[in-house]
């Protein structure tokens, strides 16, 4: 009895070690990002909202910001159709293909850094020069697209088919098909993708920062930058506004789809 | 509507042939049960049909019109399927009002058509529910309305029934063989369960390794097998093997092991082996206490092996001799024991040869 007893206490003492461990950061960040003193320290010293009016007056912060955000969007946009389209045919056409399907999840596994090098040597050897906006772009693609292929394929492999072919057999067509029967009921899979790619667009480093160059530098590097000559507590408020930013995103979708769709994948 | 032509179908999937130059005549109007095994290839046939397949020869005609080269939402066709696949973030009207959607009927016309049809089936009242909240029997009718609203050329439904239990599969075989007499739509009904075919085809194709084995009425197919395969496959059969030694009119007098038989029948062709097996229903079989009286036609004399009683029915096993025990189901008034000897005759008429399994193999 007291042995399972001590057992049970043992475990609920790891669980709660572990949601702090995870929690605590992002508590100092936000506490530090209030700070009324001018050093990014732990505890604050005063309640301020100083840092975030400095942030929204920073002309270089913010224009890294909406630049951020314009590049989270177009990546997502890009990354879900490409992953969605890998998917349908991996699932559908090339179920055996292991090779394929390591090949597009490939980004996942190397480290951000060595993807980045490759990329600005290819981009190089194939005369497209090392910082351009493409640039940048293809490199987010590449690492958000994985995402969205590995969602919409968790959704597709419990799809089942007969349902497109009843479609057919009442007169739709392949894209109709597709748009009113496929599509609705991936959709769980396809927006949960969207939401990783777009968070890890956000938020992606070694990519923005080889990549990125004069006017098309996200904002994970304006903050790296800023924090080699400053260490006041402005990169905490960005840190914030990051977190509150995902937040949004996670709890938007979860409002319009339900994560777990991903797991039923909308069927039955 | 209109009838369907299958000319030489042929359908391969890597080395298997599934479909077998299969050609297939369903009359207009006409209810065809394809019935076999598992993996006899009935539903790539209805798939073919459909257009979900391509048939790797062969041509597919609804009516004038042929159809082996359209796609499938150009077939005009309904199909239900095994489970039903109603579209699950679709409510039933929506579910049903989809084919009428794509074929861009007006507004006005589509809920009058959508309503009626919803009637038909008995779903009044529950267009506003998901397929989900729906129960077994109400899908399957769902789906049934699905199909034939859009008024199709043919219905195809493959397995309709499998997925409901068995007392509510029954009342819908009647149910949906009244409906499709209603409409009298041109139908081809894929099924392996006999009875099934039985209660709502005009005629079945029994198919076994990609090929018709014997097309014809349910009565016919039952008590005029064509091959023991076809006779084993649909109900229970005894076989005993005999050689032809004269005929009679319709009737053949076959040199068994058990003594000479008389049962329906036609000579073999000269080339074929003279081998046959006369083929016996069980309860075509008639058991009675031996007598002393002479031998009479198709007697032959045995003991009760075993003996199960089934409510309806008395389920025997016969030994007639030591290597042949024959299956013999009769009333349950006809009381004998294990051990009991007796005399099991049978009418000519009732008993029929099919070519011996070497020559149909």
């Known amino acids: 009895m007291t042995r399972s007893k001590l057992a049970h206490g043992a475990f609920l003492l790891l669980i709660v070690a572990l949601y702090v461990f995870l929690i605590a950061p992002i508590v100092i960040v936000v506490l530090a990002s209030l700070n009324s003193g001018r050093f990014l320290v732990f505890p604050p010293e005063g309640f301020s909202l100083q840092w975030y009016v400095k942030f929204v007056n920073s002309r270089a912060f913010m224009r890294s910001f909406m630049f951020s955000l314009k590049l989270a969007a177009l990546t997502t946009v890009i990354a879900s159709v490409i992953g969605t389209a890998a998917a349908l045919y991996v699932v559908r056409r090339a179920r055996q293909s292991t090779t394929l399907r390591l090949l597009l999840v490939a980004p996942l596994q190397l480290p951000g850094i060595m993807t980045a090098l490759a990329l600005l040597i290819f981009y190089y050897a194939v005369g497209l020069g090392g910082t351009t906006y493409l640039g940048l772009l293809l490199g987010h693609v590449l690492v958000c697209m994985p995402y969205a292929f590995l969602t919409v394929s968790a959704v597709l492999y419990n799809f089942d088919r007969s349902l497109e072919e009843a479609a057919r057999s009442l007169g739709a067509g392949a894209w109709r098909t597709f748009a009113r029967i496929t599509l609705p009921l991936i959709k769980g899979g396809v927006l949960s993708g969207a939401v990783f790619a777009f968070i890890t667009s956000f938020d992606q480093f070694p990519i923005s920062l080889l990549l990125g160059g004069v006017g098309t530098t996200p904002l994970p590097v304006q903050v790296f930058d800023y924090l080699r000559f400053s260490f006041d507590p402005t990169a905490a408020a960005v840190g914030t506004l990051n977190i509150v930013i995902t937040l949004i995103v996670v709890i938007v979708t979860e409002r319009l789809v339900g994560l777990e769709s991903l797991y039923w994948g909308g069927q039955r | ?361």
Not at chain 2, 331 to 352: I, K, L, M, Q, Y
């Open chain 2, 1 to 361: 509507m209109a009838g369907i032509q299958l000319r030489g179908l042929t359908k391969r999937f890597g080395s298997v042939v599934a479909v077998d130059d299969l050609s297939l005549d369903v009359a207009d109007g006409e209810l065809i049960a394809l019935l076999g095994p598992s993996g006899c290839g009935k539903t790539t046939t209805l798939r073919t049909i459909a257009g979900f397949e391509t048939p790797d020869a062969g041509e597919i005609y609804f009516g004038e019109r042929r159809v082996s080269d359209l796609l499938p939402e150009q077939r005009r066709i309904g199909m239900v399927f095994q489970n039903y696949a109603l579209f699950p973030h679709m409510t039933v009207a929506e579910n049903v009002a989809f084919g009428l959607e794509m074929r861009k009927t007006p507004a006005a016309a589509l809920r009058e058509r959508v309503a009626a049809v919803l009637a038909k089936v008995q779903l009044t009242g529950l267009e506003k529910r998901y397929p989900r909240q729906l129960s077994g029997g109400q899908q399957q009718r769902a789906a049934l309305a699905r199909a034939l609203v859009v008024s199709p050329d043919v219905l195809l439904l493959d397995e309709p029934l499998a997925n409901l239990d068995a007392k509510l599969r029954e009342e819908m075989r009647f149910y949906v063989r009244s409906l499709q007499q209603e409409v009298g739509i041109t139908t081809v009904y894929v099924t392996h369960d006999q009875a099934e075919a039985m209660v709502i085809a005009d005629r079945i194709a029994v198919m076994f390794a990609g090929r018709i084995h014997q097309l014809g009425a349910p009565a016919d197919i039952y008590h005029r097998p064509a091959t023991a395969t076809v006779a084993e496959f649909i109900g229970l059969t005894n076989f005993i093997e005999g050689k032809v030694i004269g005929q009679h009119g319709a009737l053949l007098n076959v040199d068994t092991s058990l003594g000479v038989l008389t049962c329906q029948g036609s000579l073999p062709s000269p080339d074929a082996r003279p081998m046959l097996l006369v083929a016996v229903r069980p309860e075509a079989l008639r058991l009675s206490a031996p007598s002393g009286s002479p031998p009479a036609e198709n007697r032959l004399d045995g003991a009760v092996k075993a003996r199960a009683f089934l409510g309806n029915i008395v389920d025997y096993r016969i030994a007639v001799s030591p290597s042949v025990v024959l299956r013999v189901q009769g009333a349950p008034h006809d009381s004998f024991a294990v051990g009991d000897r007796v005399a099991v005759t049978f009418e000519p008429a009732a008993a029929w040869s099919v070519p011996s399994r070497e020559d149909t193999a």
